[in-house]
């Protein structure tokens, strides 16, 4: 099923409800990111993002109880089955990226490498962590939060914004309870099953990032 | 489906469920509550239309009567179901995620409800409109540094929100709870009413009129008790226990995977983003109930 917003023809009364053009849209929203932190955004076909149900089951070491995760992260987040039916509504969004300097271990792990959801755990009150890979996922959580609520200004109702990496909003989350930051928690893009080395390759950018860059990646998912 | 509150008023065909409805909108406007009303031309339209069957135009005039601002007849192929709209549930989680029992994960799915909507061929949509006050206006004017994520917070928002969107709630819910009790006296035992954002049934704020204007046992003692200040304006269910009003609590059209926004526009009513963006101050719930 497929909804671009003003599309549907009207029955019966004379309405404004205006015509949209998808790519002024979201080339827009394209700058509108790079304006407001991205390193790099562009426009995406929803086709290039590729689920992969393995992706969100190896989020955790075997044996693994998922105690070191968040309510945005497996088990507790949606996952690569129930994306995938949303997944399927899309046809196009947004793709970001944003970097900062780091050594190359944890560039290495803002990409992805080993069991990224335990190891992250144990790596989370480091200094080097709390310096570079905590506040580059606050900027591109700004970053997807900002443009999601612009294309919703913009009609498209149904826009959704993933962030790559577990959630930093909360120093530790309770994964017992609700979350204590809704509205603005999202799941990351791995969580929910998006293999986003072979995501990256399908829409023709260089995964390995710029050099010795911590990159990390978000998807606005737009009409 | 046996509904004991029309009974409890007198039987049906006494009217007096309906009546009561009427006089609850003549008690809210003595209250205050100003209205945007486009009844007359509401029923031109109907009336015009020519393809409606005596029963639904009979309906339209209830949700009318009842408090809706406007009401239509509509082919239940309008409606659009589509999971992603509960999508937006989760991600964000909305703030009512988890704590209603109307709302997601508790409500059916979208998946499930395309199933109950797929047995339905005549809907009636209807909509309450507010004007919202120079306050709320200024309140909720959205600002780069100024996020609904955070203004649901403040206690400003909590004090709005009862003044302005909770009655227009209960509007909104009396007159679909009033159209779906219509339509079973008519006999469209199956028809189910729909309302918007999360449940407020059983907000302290006029429960107790609310219960007798519906035929319902009063509220429990303690069950309604004040709302602590600070708290959000919205309610918070008790979950370890059964919802304490399954006759009249409804779900959100949004809750159970209804793209309201293509439902309006294949309705041909009109709906704006941003939602800032109405230059007459609107401010609008709908709802849905499918008939037969």
Redesign the interface.
Known sequence: ?T?R??S?P????A???PAVDVDSDLAALAAFALGHGAARAEPVDARHVVVDEHVARTAHRSGCDGSCSS?MSPPYS?GAEQFA??LA??ERGVLVQVAVEATPELAALAQGAGGWCCDLAGLRRTEAYEATLAPLWRVLHDVVSRVE?EA????Y??A?G?VAGDCELCAACDPSG??R???????SLEAVGIDVGRTLRNAGWDEAGPGRHAVRTGLILVV | MKDTAVERAGGPGTGRVHDAHVQAVARREALGHRLLRSRAEALA?NAS?GNLDSELAALEATALEAGATRARAIAVS?VVV????T??C??????H???NHLCPPYSPTAGEFAVYVARYRHALLLQVQARLSASFKELVE?RDDK???EL?REPAWAEAYEGTMLPLWHRLHLAAIAVEREAVRRGHGGALALGAASCGFCDPAGLAERCELLGLAPPREGSASARPPGSPAYARCDLTRPCPFPEVARPAMEAVGI?V??TL??????????ATSYPEDVVFYTGLVLVA
């Open positions: 099923m909804a917003p003003g549907v009207a029955t019966g009364l309405v404004s409800n309510l949606p039916g949303w509504g899309f609520r919703m200004r913009r009609g109702y149904l959704v993933l609700l979350c930051n809704p509205l603005a928690a999202r799941p | 339209r239309s309008q589509d999971e992603r709209v999508m937006k989760r991600v964000p989680p909305c703030e995620y988890g704590i959205e996020w609904y994520r649901h793209d926004v293509r526009r294949n309705a041909g009513w009109e709906i704006r983003f941003p």
